[in-house]
């Protein structure tokens, strides 16, 4: 079959940068094609250039047979591209139907809007979807998953032919994720052609035809889905086998071994009707929170040190009472927190390395009475980097530019050198890719090693399960039970996660 869309020796190159160099894509009619690599591998490069938002350096576009080049998104979409960000492109305060048809709304011969005429379309889309949206209230009610599918329909009303998904289940339950292949294989029965780019391995392998793997800026191949595996994979994007993600775990676990409690939650209820949770953290252990989406893990977490209202709240830090009225009452006591979104929460992206790290603790190096001593800071700052492994040219190199992995390790390096020793990672490799995971992972392990310790709030339950030395299982706001050793399991995690104990003692953590 001849392809749809053509990217031939696709060349870009930045100030001191080259992006991308000869990439090759070949995409057919109605096929799910992947799109692998490490995050700085050149993925988003790539996609921009398709939807002309990059102009490239060298190289060619071909749609059905024609060269095409795009000056401008509108080029590319006039051509029958569409795109799916992964951060939405939604006006919040508009409806589905309003951001469905914002800048090209349809008018009757007299230039008045047909806002019926405009409903009906967006109904007919979603109907194609098989998805039940409510067409009149502003996007911000809706849920994440609702979102996506008015990002896919916008897409779809603009009659795309060649579709980008990028991360479209980062924010999905697998639920959610279920429905969303459900709909890219009917649209692929309808001929439309998707770039598909994820950092779950295991989507690829369920829902994608072929993929190509690019490294550094380069093309290192294209393959048939059924002709290779997970290890080759990796291999293909990361230059070298990664035999295991996960660092063994210790011998003997912290709590076996009677490592000593520094963070004992004694009773933490949220709401005046809601459960009591009760957990503690040893010295050097790894504590997970699983469970469903919206089982209150995270709720708990930030309940903990202020950061989420609590009816009733009893923490001991270090065997000592602790009152914490807000995070920064926490962060005093030694408790850091990397949050869900890095981006928003986590960083400041405009600024340095220097500066995001050094932010919360410039008192540190203040030099007479108003100035900062920037020899200590940079001493400092450049010994933590390497303590955690941030891979960039120099420690003033702006956060926005680094990979996500290198993102998450510059929060990670703001708590050490905030001698913060208890550390909460809430979701901690989404939206990175496997190397980098890996080294997330080995530096998690490094951490308890020194006595620092985790509480790790995922959704990913091989990273529950491989990474843990007890799991506490959250349903409906409430700790079902606290798992350790060989009961580590995603059987046994998904059972207390979705059905409660069903009769089984429940213990605490």
């Known amino acids: 079959m001849e392809p749809i869309l053509q990217l031939d020796g696709i060349t870009k190159r930045f100030p001191g940068v080259m992006a991308l160099q000869d990439i090759h894509l070949r995409v057919a009619p109605g096929e799910i094609h992947a799109l692998l690599g490490e995050n700085g591998a050149g993925k988003s490069t790539l996609m921009k250039i398709l939807c002309g938002i990059y102009q490239p350096d060298a190289g060619t576009i071909v749609i059905d047979g024609e060269a095409r080049h795009f000056a401008n ?119 439309v052609a998707m770039i598909f780019i994820s950092h779950h391995l295991d989507e690829i392998f369920e829902v994608c035809d072929r993929i190509t793997v690019l490294r550094d800026g380069q093309y290192v191949g294209t393959t048939d889905v059924h002709d290779t595996d997970v290890g080759r994979l990796v291999e293909m994007m990361v230059g070298r086998r990664i035999e295991s993600s996960f660092p063994p775990k210790p011998a003997t676990p912290p709590h076996a071994r009677r490592a000593k409690p520094v963070l004992e939650v004694e009773a933490l209820q949220l709401h005046r009707d809601g459960p009591v949770n009760r957990f503690t953290l040893h010295e050097g252990e790894i504590l ?3 469970g469903l989406v919206g089982s209150g893990r995270t709720e708990t977490a930030l309940a903990v040190i202020g950061a989420e209202p609590a009816h009733v709240r009893e923490v001991r830090v270090r065997g000592e009472a602790a009152h914490f009225a807000d995070p920064a009452d926490a962060l005093a006591a030694g408790i850091g927190i990397l949050p869900e979104s890095r981006k928003t929460e986590g960083l400041i992206t405009d600024f340095s390395i220097r500066h995001n790290i050094s932010i919360n603790n410039l008192g540190k190096y203040r030099s007479l009475r108003f100035f900062v001593d920037r020899r200590g800071e940079t001493r400092t700052t450049t010994d933590v980097v390497k303590r955690v492994g941030v891979k960039a040219p120099s420690i ?43 080294e997330i992972y080995q530096l998690m392990r490094e951490l308890t090693a020194r006595g620092y310790s985790i509480v790790m709030i995922s959704s990913e339950l091989p990273e529950i399960v491989g990474m843990c030395d007890r799991v506490a299982v959250f349903r409906q706001g409430r700790i079902e039970a606290t798992l350790e050793g060989d009961d580590i399991d995603p059987n046994i995690v998904m059972t207390y996660a979705t059905s409660g104990a069903s009769g089984v003692q429940h213990e605490s953590a």
């Open 73 to 191: 998104y509108h080029d590319a979409v006039a051509a029958g591209v569409g795109i799916v960000f992964q951060e939405f492109s939604l006006i919040p305060y508009l409806n589905p139907v309003e951001n469905i048809f914002l800048g090209r709304e349809l008018r009757n011969r007299f230039g008045v809007m047909e806002r019926a005429r405009m409903r009906r379309a967006a109904a007919e889309i979603f109907a194609r979807l098989d998805v039940d949206i409510d067409l009149t209230v502003p996007v911000r009610e809706l849920s994440v998953a609702q979102q996506q599918f008015v990002e896919i329909g916008k897409a779809l009303s603009l009659e795309a032919r060649i579709l980008i998904l990028d991360e479209p289940t980062a924010t999905l339950t697998p639920a959610e994720a279920a429905h969303l292949f459900t709909i890219m294989r009917e649209l692929r029965q309808q001929g």
């Open 288 to 290: 997970g929170f699983a």
């Open 396 to 438: 003033d190199t702006r956060v926005e530019t680094l990979s996500g992995g290198n993102q998450q390790k510059v929060v990670i390096a703001r708590w050490l050198n905030h001698h913060a020793d208890i550390l909460i990672f809430d979701e901690p490799t989404r939206g990175i890719d496997v190397g980098a995971k890996a």
